[in-house]
């Protein structure tokens, strides 16, 4: 049985039309995450995750939702609402990266620039930007984390549930290899 039975759980299930995930669909394990683009921690787990994802192979499908924390990261929805924009153009995963790599230059000339030199249309990015056209999608990504009991970032779900344990690599692999063998011995009885 999972230590994490009496976690608080996500209220809105991943869902393949609506959330941006890495890996196959019906991996074993789901690691969803809340995560601030202008959030120092938040960097320290992308660069953890570029080593954890590639480890757990196809056990894993990584998920990500916004939760910008605008009252201490100033440019985290702006920046929320550039990787949205970057997503209606094919490119989410690209522009999450280069949010993360380039945490100390999130002002909106950055994000557009950041954009253009992914091969994003820039001038199409800035006005999504000047219209908040993705801001209703990264609101609700942060009303799901609240009503799941996100209070702060990353905030990391396995499952479904949230995981509250230490997030380093060594803690969130040995959570993840725990539930993939729960769903194995549950897929199996």
Known sequence: MSKQTDQPSLTMPVSEKRDHFLGKKDAPVTLLEYGDFECPHCGAAHKMLGELLPQAGELVRFVFRHFPLAEVHPHATHAAEAAEAAAAQGRFWE???????NQDALEDEDLVAMAAKLGLDGDRVAEELQSEIHLSRVQEDFRSGIRSGVNGTP???????????????????????EEAQTHAHVRGS
């Open 155 to 177: 905030t990391f779900f396995i499952n479904g549930r949230r995981h509250n344990g230490s997030w380093d690599l060594q803690s969130l692999m040995a959570a993840i290899m």
């Open 95 to 101: 522009m999450h990266d280069a949010l993360f790599e």
